[in-house]
């Protein structure tokens, strides 16, 4: 079965860098494109960043400049290398995968931007 394990997360300090990595099983990874959501205390869950089978990216723009996804077709992984972070960045951030009509979701990791 499709399964999404991420990992990574924790509390750091503003300015700071976190990079956190989402496990792949249970379909042909390298086809997917694959994104990074994040969901804030009493927001909604967005978008954070997108990449294709091909490694075409995109991000929101409260992260451009900072955030890269990246991945890694050989191990299965997509990754999220967050630099310069903001105590907005805090959130539950969530590995998606979006097969055909059904999307999967991974468990979430948490991170916490604070001094």
């Known amino acids: 079965q499709v399964q999404l394990v991420e990992s990574g997360g924790g509390l750091v300090q503003p300015g700071g860098s976190l990079r956190l990595s989402c496990a792949a099983s249970?379909?042909?990874?390298?086809?997917?494109?694959m994104d990074w959501y994040r969901q804030a205390p009493g927001k909604q869950r967005e978008l954070v960043a997108f990449?294709?089978?091909?490694?075409?990216?995109n991000y929101v723009d409260s992260v451009k400049g900072r955030f890269t996804i990246s991945r890694d077709n050989a191990k299965n992984t997509v990754n999220l290398q967050m630099n310069s972070l903001k105590p907005e960045d805090t959130a539950v951030y969530y590995c998606?995968?979006?097969?055909?009509?059904?999307?999967?979701w991974g468990q979430g990791t948490q991170v916490t931007v604070s001094s």
């Open positions: 990449i294709t089978s091909g490694g075409n990216t």
């Open positions: 998606h995968a979006r097969l055909g009509q059904y999307d999967y």
């Open positions: 249970g379909f042909i990874f390298r086809i997917y494109p």
